[in-house]
C-alpha cells in the first residue's frame, strides 16, 4: 500500500496538480510522518470541474440498467480491494484493525446494497394528471468528506451521485487521502467513465471553498464541523445551489425508570468509547433517573476501567480503542476534559493524562462524567473523543427538555418500556431517534435537526438528495 498521495484523478487518469504544496501524513497511533498529501489549488478545481461538466451530458442520460451496471461492477472491485482499504482506515485515523474490518470498511459495501435496492425501486416519474413529475440529476456535485468515517462517509456521498446521473468533484479530507486514492481506483477499475468522477485532494480553505463557489458546481454535498459547514453555506450562496449538510452531534441517550440499566449503560458507554468517540451520531450525554445515579455510576465506571485495558496500537486485533486521529483532536479532547473538571462535574473514570501502559501517540482515555448539568461546556459542546457526560433528571418532562436543550440535534437513543420509549422518541428534536439499542437502518433517513444540518443521506432518501424536481404540464393526454 503506498503512503504518500501525490496525485488528483481527473477526467479518468491519475495527474500531477498544478500546486507544489503538500502536507505531512501522521500516523496517529505514533505521532510521526508516514508520507504526505498534495494539497490542491483552484486551478485543480477548475479542472475536475470543468470535466465533471463535460461528462454529465452522456452520463446525465444513462438508463437505470446502465447505472446498475455499473454498480455492481463497482461492489466487485470494492470486494477486491476490501483489505487494502482495512489497512488505510487502521494507518490513516488509527481505527483498531476489526474496527476497520468489521464496520468501517464494511460499510462500503452496505452502502452500495442500499443504494442499490433505492435506485432499482426509485420512481424517477409518476403521473399526475395531465402533468409529467420528473426527477433528474441535479448535475455537478461537489462532495466534501471527514476523516473520522472516510470510506464510509465517500461511499454514502458518491454512490448515490452516481446512481442519481451526477457527475462530481469529491475533495476527501486532507488527513485521509489514502483511501480515497483506492476508492478512486476502484471506480476506474469499475469502468465508471471518465469525468464522471474526479478526485482532488487539498485542505477546506482553498478546494473547499473553490468547490462550494465554483458556478458550475450545482450541488455541494458536505459532511463536518458545524463551523466548517456554515463556511460552506456561505461559501455557496452567491450562486444559489443547493447544500447538503451533515455537521455535529451530542446526542441524548435517555435511561427510563423501566429500562435494563445493566444492558443499557454497559451499551451506552460502550458506544461512545467505540471509534474513540469520533462518531456524530455518538450517545455522548447520557440521561438517568436522578434516583439511579448511584447504580448507572458504579456500571458506567466499570466498564470504563475494562475499556482502559483495550486501548492501545490500533494494528493489534485485540485493540478495541485506538488513537484519536490527529494532533490537533487530541489537544482539544484534552481541553475539553480539563474543562469539564473545571466546572465542577465529577470525574467518575480517566482524564486527560496520557495512559501510563502507552508511550505515544494520540491517546485518550476513555472519559467518564457524571452529576453533569446542562449548562456545562462538555454537556453543550462536541468534544469528538472517547467522553461520556452521565446527567441525573427528575422526570420524563425533565429528561425531554434536557435532551432538546442542546444547539444541535441529529441523533438520540431511549431505553425503557417500548410504548414509553416510542412516546419519547416522537419529542425528541433530533432527525433520528434509536430504541432500546436498535441498530442503524441503512435505508432510512440520515441526517439532523437544527446546527446537526439539513438534508438526508442513506437509501432512497440520500438518492432523492441528488435530485431535481421537474413538472411538464401537458405531457399526458386529457382523459
Not at 117 to 138: D, N
Not at 295 to 309: C, M, T, Y
Request: hydrophobic content about 40%; glycine content about 8%; aromatic content about 6%.
Amino acid at each position: 500500500m503506498k503512503t504518500d498521495s501525490k496525485q488528483f484523478y481527473i477526467q479518468g487518469q491519475w495527474c500531477a496538480p498544478h500546486s507544489t504544496r503538500t502536507q505531512a501524513l501522521v500516523n496517529p497511533a505514533t505521532a510521526e510522518p508516514y508520507g504526505a498529501v498534495a494539497l490542491g489549488s483552484v486551478d485543480d478545481v477548475d479542472s475536475a470541474v470543468k470535466a465533471a461538466k463535460a461528462a454529465f451530458v452522456s452520463w446525465s442520460q444513462t438508463t437505470v440498467a446502465q447505472r446498475l451496471d455499473i454498480m455492481k461492477a463497482i461492489r466487485e472491485q470494492y470486494k477486491a480491494r476490501y483489505s487494502d482499504l482495512v489497512a488505510a482506515i487502521t494507518l490513516e485515523m488509527g481505527a483498531p484493525v476489526s474496527l476497520s474490518t468489521d464496520l468501517q470498511a464494511a460499510m462500503g459495501i452496505a452502502h452500495i446494497d442500499a443504494f442499490t435496492k433505492a435506485l432499482s425501486e426509485f420512481a424517477f416519474e409518476h403521473q399526475q394528471g395531465t402533468t409529467c413529475v420528473r426527477k433528474e440529476p441535479i448535475g455537478v456535485v461537489g462532495l466534501i468528506t471527514p476523516w473520522n468515517w472516510p470510506v464510509n462517509q465517500i461511499m454514502c456521498k458518491v454512490i448515490p451521485a452516481l446512481a442519481a446521473g451526477c457527475t462530481m468533484v469529491l475533495k476527501p479530507s486532507e488527513m485521509s487521502p489514502i483511501s480515497a486514492d483506492i476508492i478512486a481506483q476502484i471506480l476506474h477499475d469499475a469502468g465508471v467513465p471518465a469525468g464522471v468522477f474526479n478526485l482532488v485532494h487539498g485542505d477546506g480553505a482553498i478546494v473547499g471553498s473553490a468547490l462550494s463557489s465554483h458556478p458550475d458546481i450545482d450541488m455541494v454535498s458536505f459532511t463536518g464541523s458545524t463551523r466548517a459547514g456554515t463556511a460552506v453555506s456561505k461559501s455557496a450562496a452567491d450562486t444559489v445551489k443547493r447544500v447538503s449538510l451533515e455537521l455535529g452531534g451530542k446526542s441524548a441517550n435517555i435511561l427510563l425508570d423501566d429500562a435494563d440499566f445493566a444492558k443499557a449503560v454497559k451499551a451506552g458507554v460502550q458506544s461512545v468509547f467505540s471509534n474513540s468517540g469520533q462518531t456524530c451520531t455518538a450517545p455522548t450525554r447520557m440521561l438517568v433517573p436522578a434516583s439511579r445515579l448511584e447504580e448507572v455510576n458504579d456500571i458506567a465506571r466499570a466498564v470504563a476501567e475494562k475499556a482502559l485495558q483495550g486501548v492501545g496500537d490500533p494494528n493489534e486485533k485485540t485493540t478495541r480503542i485506538g488513537p484519536v486521529a490527529n494532533q490537533r483532536q487530541f489537544d482539544k479532547v484534552r481541553a475539553m476534559i480539563d474543562a469539564g473538571i473545571a466546572e465542577g462535574a465529577t470525574l467518575l473514570a480517566g482524564g486527560s493524562d496520557f495512559p501510563s501502559h502507552l508511550s505515544q501517540g494520540f491517546f485518550i482515555k476513555p472519559t467518564i462524567f457524571t452529576d453533569v448539568t446542562n449548562d456545562m461546556t462538555i454537556a453543550q459542546e462536541e468534544i469528538f473523543g472517547p467522553v461520556l457526560c452521565i446527567m441525573p433528571y427528575d422526570d420524563e418532562d425533565d429528561a425531554v427538555r434536557i435532551a432538546n436543550d442542546s444547539p444541535y440535534g441529529l441523533s438520540g437513543y431511549v431505553s425503557g418500556s417500548p410504548e414509553r420509549a416510542r412516546q419519547v422518541a416522537r419529542r425528541m428534536r433530533t432527525g433520528m431517534v434509536h430504541i432500546n439499542g436498535a441498530h442503524p437502518d441503512l435505508t432510512a433517513p440520515f441526517g439532523g435537526y437544527k446546527q446537526s444540518g439539513n438534508g438526508r443521506e442513506w437509501g432512497e432518501y440520500g438518492l432523492d438528495d441528488f435530485l431535481e424536481t421537474k413538472s411538464i404540464p401537458g405531457f399526458y393526454d386529457a382523459p
